[in-house]
């Protein structure tokens, strides 16, 4: 059964203390793995599409980066303002609907 | 522009009655979406809609009907309101009918059915 699950479910760092937030996933072939951003009361937005293991994708202070069986989602010097849920998702070579992660649920302090 | 909009944005409904939340798009998507996303359980695909004229059953459909009659609109259908469909409702819709690759999002609907 494909299956998709991130850790930590909730993490809280210092500004400016780098961390990672982990995607794992179990498909038997990945068409796409996609990261979303959602802010308190809103829709997910969207962050990034990677496709194979070894590619990586960079906006600001985040960088995706994928394997054979997981993604990081790595931020680097986190501000107050990165300070969302951020959920990964994956898309299966074979079905066309995508499924979702549970979501970390980030919260950077000042 | 808009994007997506959903309506209403927030509902108290009793136990048995029936409802439709609605979604409207501007970006002339083919492909729509309705999710429901509940703490711990993600977010789990309801129905969709390839193009207008098509639907389809998602993950958890029961309970729920939706129509595609033409490209903006794809409404959602509870007939019958238990308290287990309580949750936050999001519509979204992708450019690509075969698959959701970037999937756009409304703001969403929180609904409780008490």
């Known amino acids: 059964e494909d299956q998709v699950t991130q850790s930590p479910e909730a993490l809280r760092l210092q500004e400016g203390e780098s961390s990672s937030l982990n995607c794992s996933y179990t498909?038997?072939?990945?068409?796409?793995l996609f990261w979303y951003r959602q802010d308190p009361g809103k829709g997910p937005e969207f962050l990034f599409t990677?496709?194979?293991a070894g590619e990586e994708k960079e906006k600001e202070r985040l960088k995706a980066t994928l394997t054979k069986k997981e993604s990081f989602l790595h931020i680097t010097a986190p501000k107050p303002e990165d300070s969302a849920t951020y959920l990964c998702a994956v898309q299966e070579t074979s079905y066309d609907k995508v499924i979702f992660g549970p979501g970390t649920s980030l919260s950077v302090i000042p | 522009i808009a994007g997506i909009t959903q309506a209403p944005t927030s509902q108290i409904l009793a136990a048995g009655r029936r409802m439709t939340l609605r979604c409207t798009q501007d970006m002339r998507h083919n492909a729509m979406y309705w999710y429901r996303q509940d703490l711990g359980l993600g977010l789990r695909l309801i129905h969709y809609s390839n193009t207008a004229g098509t639907t389809g059953k998602g993950e958890v459909p029961d309970g729920y009907s939706v129509s595609r009659a033409n490209t903006d609109d794809f409404p959602l259908t509870l007939a019958s309101a238990v308290p287990s469909q309580t949750s936050v409702y999001f519509c979204?819709?992708?450019?690509?009918?075969?698959?959701?690759?970037?999937?756009?999002f409304g703001s969403g609907t929180q609904l409780s059915v008490l």
């Open positions: 990677l496709y194979s």
């Open positions: 498909v038997s072939g990945l068409r796409g």
């Open positions: 979204a819709s992708s450019d690509s009918d075969r698959g959701n690759e970037k999937l756009f």
